[in-house]
C-alpha cells in the first residue's frame, strides 16, 4: 500500500431520522484540528434519503471543508450492510488518511464492520486524537479496565479508523 496516496481526514456525519446527530458536529471540530495539523480537508460523509441533502450545510458550518452526500431511499434509515457498502465504496473512492465515527450504537456496529472490509485497524472509545511528528494517528484510549490509556498507532494500514 502507498500511503501517500492517502489523505484528508473523513467524518461519519450520523443521521437519524433526518437529523445530524450532535456527536457528527464534535468530531467535526476534532477533524478540523487534526487536518490543519497534516495540511489537509476536512470531509464529511452523509448517507439519507433526498431531504438529508438540506442538511449538508450545518456541516459546512461546523468544519467540514467538502460533504459528501449519498441520497437513496435504502439510506433513509440506519441499517449495517446498506451503510457498509456505501461507505466502503467511499472510502476506496477518496482515500482518506483518517476516518472518524462517533462512539455510539451506530458506531460501534458499523465501525468494525467497515475495519474488516477495509482491512484496516479500529481504535475505539478513544479520549485523545493527536498526529504524531511522522504525521501518524495517535489514539489514545482507556485500557484494562480504565487503569491505564494506552495510545495506538495504526502506522502500516488505512484509513486510520478511531470512533
Do not use: W
Request: a negative charge; proline letters at 2%; one cysteine or more.
Amino acid at each position: 500500500m502507498n500511503k501517500s496516496e492517502y489523505k484528508n481526514v473523513f467524518v461519519f456525519a450520523e443521521q437519524r431520522d433526518g437529523n445530524i446527530q450532535g456527536v457528527a458536529f464534535e468530531l467535526l471540530g476534532k477533524a478540523r484540528d487534526l487536518a490543519n495539523q497534516l495540511q489537509e480537508e476536512v470531509y464529511a460523509i452523509l448517507l439519507g434519503g433526498k431531504d438529508i441533502e438540506q442538511k449538508a450545510e450545518s456541516l459546512i458550518a461546523f468544519g467540514a471543508d467538502r460533504v459528501i452526500l449519498a441520497t437513496e431511499k435504502e439510506l433513509e434509515q440506519y441499517t449495517t450492510e446498506t451503510y457498509a457498502q456505501a461507505i466502503c465504496q467511499i472510502v476506496n473512492d477518496y482515500k482518506p488518511s483518517i476516518l472518524l465515527l462517533g462512539a455510539t450504537t451506530i458506531g460501534r456496529d458499523l465501525g468494525p464492520r467497515l475495519s474488516a472490509r477495509l482491512t484496516t485497524g479500529l481504535t475505539a472509545d478513544c479520549t485523545k486524537l493527536e498526529i504524531s511528528e511522522e504525521k501518524e494517528l495517535l489514539m489514545t484510549r482507556p485500557a484494562f479496565g480504565g487503569n491505564l490509556m494506552a495510545t495506538i498507532i495504526c502506522s502500516d494500514h488505512r484509513p486510520q479508523m478511531s470512533t
